[in-house]
């Protein structure tokens, strides 16, 4: 019998071990594929360099920086409103008959492949687009519209979770004090659960950031730095995704390096997530 | 076999045909790009490699069969009125100079460009034709396919593209150049001059296998298919039917 334990126990670590030793040798090889050629061109040139022509030898992906920060931005404006507002209405006023049947909805929501939300922008939204605001409707506005939705399950399901983690003592507190139903929200529950929203946020940010085909299929992906939200753009992901397929060479180890950039701002707004609830429990 | 993705397909097809005839070879096609395919030629690591670009300066070491040809069209919305370009006013669109459909003739509305991306052998002829040392616009519209420029050029009037005459459809319009209209004849009189050869490679002599396989794709059948599938073949239209 303990010797079946032990077994069972080893068998279970070497399966955790392996999958942790798979995300250690993707960094790594991720860093010894890229890393040599951002020394090559300069680290500097690399990341505030405006001009990305590899077939001349210019590797600078500042403009795809700042399309990924401007899309993502975009994508949270609207969905951090419209995912608040769901988690309010999920947590608190919904019948539960009707909670039912939205919660898998909205879970179904992050089953739909971003291809189909791709193709649906590219079929929909960018003509839309294209024909009322001006411009070629492959753009970052398009982008944004379609990632707010995609972020939408993150940003419910996790803040959902914070807030029903709330003690029933907060709700009933505030309650028994003569506040009304909307002031015990708004005044006591958001701000109780707050570190589990922000939390919620910074992994739809995250989740935005690293989005690829829809945004391949949506973004139009010009190199030039955007000037507007109707500009076409190219983020981080999507200089990899689309043109992987050549590369060689220089070329390829830029696009790996392209990958660094990206993992470094991942680690960091995932690290900022993992911190901010942890500090949920303390309140 | 491996090599350029534009003739992978095509091969593929070829590939399938001839394993029909010959059940007992099995023939593995591979995409790579066409500098993969010259590598992959050399080193031996494949039989045969796949170009869809003539060979460089010190790349002659290789010898090449030509195994068909395959001309890029520019391709407007069918709503565009313009019919005609020189190939130093696609130049000009393309590199940003002209910005603006006026300046050719059509209505008061900027252009939107839309180009394949960086190493893609389409591009790579496309620069070299009609480009020459200018330099595409930073501002054109990516897409990584000949189908998604063709997507993208059939729902937005106001934009220019480039696909593989083959693939162009009645969704858009193929323009013509200096007042040739590509086609199958105006490409095999030499009129047409944005036409670029799918080659087959090899390192030394090919393999006995190889060589069949080659004899096979030049065979009147074999390049019957290739001209149904868009590209244009190397015997004269006649010889096809």
Known sequence: ?283 | MAGSTSVEPFAGVLAEEYMKLHPEVQIYVQGGGSTAGVEAARSHAANIGMSSRSLLPNEKDLSAVTIAKDAIAVIVHPSNPIRNLSLIQVGEVFSGKVKNWNELGGPDHPIFLVTREEGSGTREAFQKFVMEKEEISLAALVQDSNGAIRQVVSSDPNTIGYISLGLVNDKIKAVEISGVEPSVSNIENGSYTLVRPFLFLFSGEPTREAKTFVDFVLSPPAQRILSKEGLVSILPTTALN
């Open chain 1, 1 to 283: 019998m303990d010797i079946k334990e032990k077994l069972i126990e080893k068998t279970l670590l070497v399966i955790a071990l392996s999958s942790i030793t798979i995300l250690a040798l993707i960094t790594f090889f991720i860093f010894e594929e890229g890393l040599p050629l951002i020394w090559k061109v300069g680290p500097r040139a690399f990341i505030l360099g405006n001009r990305w022509v590899p077939s001349q030898g210019s590797f600078g992906i500042f403009p795809m920086i700042v399309s990924s920060f401007w899309v993502t931005f975009g994508a949270l404006l609207l969905g951090i409103p419209l995912g608040l507002a769901c988690t309010i209405f999920l947590c608190e006023l919904t019948p539960p008959s009707i909670g039912l049947f939205l919660r898998p909805a909205i879970h179904l929501l992050a089953a739909i492949p971003s291809v189909i939300y791709g193709f649906w922008g590219l079929v929909v939204l960018v003509p839309l687009v294209r024909n009322y605001l001006g411009g070629p409707g492959l753009s970052i506005l398009s982008g944004s519209i379609i990632l707010g939705f995609m972020i939408l399950p993150t940003i419910i399901s996790i803040s959902e979770d914070s807030i029903k983690a709330l003690p029933k003592t907060y709700k009933e507190g505030a309650l028994a004090l003569g506040a009304t139903h909307w002031q015990t929200i708004w005044r006591v529950m958001i701000p109780a659960a707050r570190s589990g929203i922000v939390a919620s946020i910074i992994l739809g940010m995250g989740r935005a950031i690293g989005e690829t085909m829809a945004m391949i299929m949506i973004l139009g992906n010009a190199v030039k730095m955007p000037s507007s939200f109707l500009d076409s753009a190219r983020t981080l992901t999507t200089n990899i995704g689309i043109e992987m397929g050549y590369a060689s060479g220089d070329h390829r180890h830029a696009l790996f390096a392209t990958a660094i950039v990206l993992f470094i701002i991942i680690m960091i707004l995932n690290s900022a997530a993992i911190l901010l609830s942890r500090r949920r429990g303390g309140g």
